[in-house]
């Protein structure tokens, strides 16, 4: 072999081991590369992936709390029905003591009272009747139900009005306290 064709080998044997070398460091590049993208898709997976968690997480929040408030809702307009029940029923109570015991009540109240005249007692229209049997009276114009006895200085109404006024609290309080005590008990029962 003479120095050129060496010469010439000696060249493609490098040129061979360069070559190799270089596609050697390129497949390791590549790799690498290849590992890098890898991790950011991996990355990218996973911060995707905790992103829809926290969605859903979110969206199970909320829709619990729409279910909550529902249901707090259903509680409270069924409470509210019960309570407008037993408002009806003591209102009938009232209105058939009013038209029974009025009367009598009224003129107690103004044996009572008898030392704070002079007063003036008001009724509705087609009550005096009722009540001048004990004591004179004015009709009210307006007036529906009950009475009031006018004093200089004060006022004595007793109508639904009034008597809804003082019970309606004093209920609700009874309703929050059967709740609570159902809640307390773990529901019904």
Known sequence: MSTVDKLISRVIEEATRESQEILAKAKEEAASLQAEKERQIENQFRQALSREKLAI????????AKERLAGQRRVLAERNKCLNEVLDEVKKLFHSWLEHHGPGFLSEVLAEIQAEGPWVVYVPAGKEAQFSAFIPVTVKPG??????????????????ET????????????????????????GCG
């Open 143 to 160: 007036k529906t139900e009950g009475f009031i006895v006018e004093g200089a200085n004060w006022n004595l109404v007793i109508n639904w």
């Open 163 to 186: 008597v809804q006024r003082y019970l309606r609290p004093k209920l609700v309080e009874i309703f929050r306290q059967t709740e609570m005590q159902v809640a307390r008990n773990g």
């Open 57 to 64: 997480q979110e969206r199970y929040r909320e829709k619990l």
